[in-house]
């Protein structure tokens, strides 16, 4: 493994796309044949099992060697490790998701985090803008609507799109869990309260759930699903009116207000320190 510094403190960031200067130091190191059965294994936990793992780099005295940690803190490496580059990189990963340095030391912890899964009920106007705009802050978007013709690869490029008209439509694998994201904007009060239903009645409590519309509407889908046996705890989790109260009104605008208001949930479900500050 080979340490580079950069310094884009100068005329350098100027030439530069990146969107700010400072100094840094890059660790470059290979993945090697050793490493193969432990990379494949982490990525099948991440991708298959949604679960959050570390790649963690441990340059000592000029060598290198690669561990992979799970959310368990279960350790799986390519070349041997001792028993201390064990201690140091299982340290490494429950104090600080940052690089460490001490003489001749380098530890390098990189999360390996699964990309949330954002469920939109509603291909209209705000569906799409909402779609768009949270695929690219890194989530695996599928978008639900009961018209085909809304529902095409033109129109929701990159993104997964299910024809349904009601829950039992919906493949199985749609079934929420705890990184589940799921935004109600259909056309209607009666397809909204469908899709909240489901929602609320899933096995597992999806991360988040944001339903479109006014506060009427909203009290009136409320009351409909407590006449049908969904608990007051369940409703309360709701987020409706979604988004941050920005002053929104127009699809994108409203699509930016949800997208903020879906990246400060994750935010703090990853952890953040500073809830509600702007990091620059």
Known sequence: ????????????????????????????????????????????????????????????????????????????????????????????????????????????????????????????????????????????????????????QERFPGMATVAALKPGELPAELAPDGDTWILIVTRGHILDRQWLKWALEAETEPAYVGMIGSRRKREMVYGQLLAEGISQEKIDKVRSPVGLPIGAETPVEIAVCIAAEIIQLRSQRRGGEKQGVCPV
């Open 1 to 152: 493994g080979d340490l580079y510094s950069f310094d884009m403190s100068g005329g350098d960031v100027v030439r530069s796309p990146m969107i700010c200067g400072g100094q840094g130091t890059v660790l470059i190191t290979p993945f090697t044949s050793q490493d193969a059965e432990a990379l494949e294994k982490t990525c099948r936990a991440v991708a298959e099992r949604r679960q959050c793992c570390w790649l963690v780099t441990l340059l000592e005295d000029g060598e290198f060697r690669h561990a992979f940690v799970d959310e368990e803190k279960n350790l799986t490496c390519g070349p041997n490790l001792t028993s201390r580059q064990e201690k140091l990189i299982l340290d490494a990963v429950g104090s600080s998701m940052h690089s460490q340095r001490e003489e001749g030391l380098e530890i390098c912890v990189r999360p390996l985090v699964p990309n949330g899964r954002l469920l939109i009920f509603g291909a209209g106007h705000v569906g799409l803008e909402t779609a768009e705009l949270c695929r690219r802050i890194g989530f695996e978007v599928t978008v639900v609507d009961d018209r085909r013709e809304f529902l095409g």
